[in-house]
């Protein structure tokens, strides 16, 4: 079963993915190669993604939960003070996480 550091990894490789494929985006946008609604399209389907991870999160021990959790805090803290992540990235994802959490919790009381 996945420990602390699988669930630390997921969570740090989790929101730098998510850094490195905005920016992706933005530079394809930028330059014409795509259309924004392509890139709103695909945070659409992000969402969507997101919240099926929060269901998914049953299955998770403990321990690869609170990597997870510690790991996204982490890397949402260290990324505020760069422009990539803005306020709805935050909050998306913190609230991904307490969410993992409540349903974890939840199921085992």
């Known amino acids: 079963m ?9 969570g740090f490789g989790m929101i730098i993915e998510a850094v490195i494929v905005a920016a992706i985006f933005s530079a394809f946008i930028e330059s014409g190669l ?3 609604w392509v ?8 969402i969507v993604a997101l919240v099926f991870l ?12 609170a990597g997870y959790v ?8 260290t990324l ?12 998306l994802y913190l609230g991904v996480a307490f969410g993992a959490v409540y349903l974890r919790v939840r199921i085992h009381t």
């Open 2 to 10: 996945p420990k602390f550091p699988d669930g630390l990894e997921r």
């Open 34 to 36: 795509i259309p924004k």
């Open 39 to 46: 890139f709103v399209a695909f945070n659409i389907v992000s």
């Open 54 to 65: 929060i269901d998914k999160s049953r299955y998770w021990s403990f321990g690869y939960l």
């Open 70 to 77: 510690i790991g996204v805090v982490f890397s949402l803290s």
């Open 80 to 91: 505020m003070s760069t422009e990539f992540l803005g306020i709805l990235d935050v909050i």
